[in-house]
């Protein structure tokens, strides 16, 4: 069986077909409760460190800079890595963000890692 692993916005309706819902934020999302946000896990340590976040949220040009420095910090995490993938119990992940851009933002980033990953294993 083959894991399909797509991105959504934390704001965007829930569908059933979403699987393991994962919100992949390191902060709790504006305007959001935490009882109203269905999702099955919060993996905070697969986000973007707190410095390259802040940096990326100043200058969002320089995304292909970003890109490159959260793989990096994405090989070094292999053991949340190893936890996010293990909590799927079905054949689809959605990894949750709140960004705005939906193509300008870790949530592609993280996808496409992970697509990666399982494709070398």
């Given at each position: 069986?083959?894991?399909?692993?797509?991105?959504?916005?934390?704001?965007?309706?829930?569908?059933?077909?979403?699987?393991?819902?994962?919100?992949?934020?390191?902060?709790?999302?504006?305007g959001v409760r935490k009882d109203d946000l269905r999702h099955?896990?919060?993996?905070?340590?697969?986000?973007?460190?707190?410095?390259?976040?802040?940096?990326?949220?100043?200058?969002?040009?320089?995304?292909?800079?970003?890109?490159?420095?959260?793989?990096?910090?994405?090989?070094d995490h292999g053991r949340e890595i190893d936890e996010l993938?293990?909590?799927?119990?079905?054949?689809?992940?959605?990894?949750?963000?709140?960004?705005?851009?939906?193509?300008?933002?870790?949530?592609?980033?993280?996808?496409?890692?992970?697509?990666?990953?399982?494709?070398?294993?």
């Amino acid at each position: 069986m083959s894991l399909r692993i797509q991105i959504k916005r934390v704001y965007d309706e829930p569908s059933p077909d979403d699987g393991h819902r994962v919100l992949i934020d390191r902060l709790w999302p504006r305007g959001v409760r935490k009882d109203d946000l269905r999702h099955d896990a919060w993996a905070k340590g697969v986000a973007p460190s707190s410095e390259l976040r802040k940096e990326f949220h100043q200058d969002p040009d320089r995304f292909e800079e970003f890109v490159e420095r959260y793989r990096l910090e994405l090989a070094d995490h292999g053991r949340e890595i190893d936890e996010l993938l293990a909590g799927v119990d079905g054949n689809t992940l959605t990894l949750l963000y709140a960004s705005r851009d939906p193509v300008h933002n870790h949530a592609v980033v993280l996808r496409d890692f992970l697509v990666n990953l399982r494709r070398s294993r």
